[in-house]
Structures are given as C-alpha cells and as structure tokens.
C-alpha cells in the first residue's frame, strides 16, 4: 500500500499541488503523512503522524516553499507506527541531501543492513525506506541519478520510490513493477502565470508541470493529463524546464500485484488501461457464473464491495439493494494497524438497514476475506437486523499465503484460509453459504495474461524469491542487536 506523489511546478509551490495530489490517495495510507520540498538549492521534510488534512494542512503549507515536492502517507509493512518511521525520509548527507517516499517492501533488509556501514546505528527509523535511503546518501556516486542505478540492482522487492534531491524529483519502479506509478503533465495554465512571468518562464516547455503518482486519481484531482506509467525496471527524472528523462537500471519482468486491481487502488483509477470500477464490475459477472445461489437481494459491503455487487446483481438477475450505510469519515478496517482496532472499526465504520434485510435471503458481495474477523462482524451485523440468510460472495480467491510485497500479512497463520477450507471459513463468518472467486474468472475479467501479475497471495508463486526468516518480519529493525561474547 501507501500512497507517494511528486511534483515538479515551476513557478508555483509544489507542496500544495503535492498536497491535492495526495489526498486522492488517503485510502493508500492512513497512519502518516508527509512532505519534502526543495527550491533548488535547499531542501526539508515536513511529516508527522495522522491523516493527510490533519498533517498538512494550512498552517503548514505556507512554509513548505519550493517548486519541487514529494508526499508520502503511510501503510506499515516494515516498522511500527511511530513518528520516527513516517515518510518522506531525510539525509543531509556530504554527498547529497535527499529525501525519499516508498510503497512496496523489501524482501533483502538484513542483507542490505549488512552492507551499511555502522550497520543500525546509522538508521534514524526502523523502516526499511530508512535503510534504502542511508544507502543512497552514502553512495560514492556523484550524481543522485547514478547512485540509484549503481545501488538499486542489490535491492529486491517491491517499490516504487519518489526521490527528492536539490535540483530534481526522481520516479522509481522495481523490475517486477509490483506497485504502481504513473506520471501526468500538469498544463501551463494550471500553474500560477504571474509567479512565471515573475520568473521569466515564457514558452510552455518551461511553464509545464510534471508529476508522479501512486494512481492515476492522483492526477485527476489537480487536473494533470495522464501520460503513461512508469515502466518496471525504470528511473524518470523530472526537472523544471524539461521533459523527463528516463534512465533503465533493470530489464522488465512484469508483475503487478492483482489485489490493486481487486481491493487497494480506487475504482475511478485507471491500471493497464483499464477503468477499474468495470474491472471489479466484470469480476462480479464471473463470481455469479460461478457461484450461482438463490436469494432476494445482492447488496454490497461499502465501498469496494459494491462495483462486484453490481455485477453480480446484473448477471443473476437479482435485485440490487444497499444494505450498509458506511461512516464516510471511518478508515480502512483491513489496513487499521491492530486486530482490536480492526474490530472496532467495523462498528464504527458500517451499520445496516433494519427495513432493508429484515426478513430477506440476502447475497452479500465483498472483495476479500483476509484474517476473517471484519467478515464475522459484518455477518453479525446482518444476523442481528433480522436476515433470515446471509450468502458471502468474495470477488477473490481465498488468501493462503502471506504477502512481502507491500501489504500487512507477512505472518502466514494471520490469513483464516492457511487454517479453514471453504467449509471451516463460511462456518467461522458465520454465513449460509460462501463462494470465491477463481483465479481464472480474475483474468477473464481482466482479459490480460496471467504472466503479468502476481498471484503470490493466492498460489504461493512469488516472482521475488523471499526467505521464510526473521528477515521478512515487520519489526525486524526493532528487534534487539544480537550481543556475541
């Protein structure tokens, strides 16, 4: 998860733009937020613990002055939620000062950790962006764009990396391209006229902006046109008055994680040139062929569970109905940092509508089953309201296998289907019945190659090799130095 935006805006303060930018990403992120900023000779970071409006808001923004700015709000995968570990990172090294925003995870911690000098002792956090971005600084390379290619080949996993250094803002993605990011122009028009004027920019190639997001909703929220992603395996370098340069560190291969297109990114994004509303809507097609049922109304669990409800709905001929009224202000319940905090936000999040599904066979559309316990608190919610039957269908397959990529399940006993078949899961939730979605209905909705996803969560196939060691756990920074007598 987290979501990262960069912002090249001549003659205008990039950290407002980066702000906007941003926000359309809360859903990426919810534990921290930040930005760093540089008007070509200095640069600083801002963050601190809490949502987007609350970190950057205006009493802040005024002071983070400057035409290039990258942004950061924050999902933990490496390190717990702390001040300390929310981004973007810092170094103000003698080499270079840079400041870095991640989305992904790295598989090689320990190993890169053996490679910094000082070891943990140079780290000012406990994340593994920390780690990347001790690393660069120390880089003997002159040029921050060298020293990326010269160190990025000895890190593996997944990210997708805004980098800030004086004079540029700087897209990274990993070989595999397990997480997105996009890069859109920003119209002369949109930028501030009189601050150009004031600094001389005149033709458009010098008035344009440029940016980089997470999702392409990132882009739409400051009027930015989409441009094209950035390719796995790539470096794009934005500076003011010039088009991109694009640098390649790595040969492609591939494998964007398909739970983006099912769960994380938002449905009016756009991923492989496909509007991602229609993708899940498709999805829900294929989960009523194969998990028909009889029942009196298909309803979803707000929000994402509702473009597959949809689907599902059309498909059987069923009447669609919302059955849940969500708490627009309440986060997501999968991405909350603890199981108690998990709990209660369903309560806090979702509350059904008595008159609605009082007495009804109800046929309740969601994307994924996780851990399980969101699922049973919703289940219970219905029971409660008077349902008389409650049929889950999962625009998904059952998660076996922990994630090291950028989402929260690196323990395997977490996910209730390492421990429940389909049997144990519906009697656990508590549901009538209960039916997944199969990989193949995935890619029939998709109409795309299995090749260029990753599945791991699903199937077990990693693309990255990752080792079942002390290497992939969360808080593997935190853990105490090992004393050898």
Known sequence: MCGIFGAVTPGVDAARIAAFGLFALQHRGQESAGIGVSDGEQLMVYKDLGLIAQVLDDRRLPSLRGHLAVAHCRYSTTGSTRWENAQPTLRLGPRRAIAIGHNGNLVNTRELLESLPGGRSRLAATTDTDLLTALLADDPSTDTVDALVHLLPRVRGAYSLVVLDEKRVIGVRDPHGFRPLVLGKVAPDFLDPIGQEALGLIDDAERTGWVLSSETAGLDIIGAEYVRDVEPGEIVILEAGREPRSVRFADASPHLCVFELIYFARPDSYMLGRNLYEVRRRMGIELAREHETEGDLVMPVPDTGSPAAAGYAEASGIPYREGLVKNRYAGRTFIQPSPIMRQRGVAVKLNPLREVVRGRRLVVVDDSIVRGTTT?????????????EVHLRISAPPIYHPCFYGIDTQIETELIASRHDV?????????????????????AALDLPYEGFCFACFDGHYPEPVPYDAASRKLMLEEPVPVHG
Do not use: C, E, H, Y
């Open 376 to 388: 049973r608190s919703i289940v219970g919610l219905l029971r409660r309201a008077g349902a008389a």
């Open 423 to 443: 049997g144990g899961i519906r009697d656990f939730v508590g549901a009538d019945s209960l039916g997944f979605l199969s990989i193949r209905g995935i890619l």
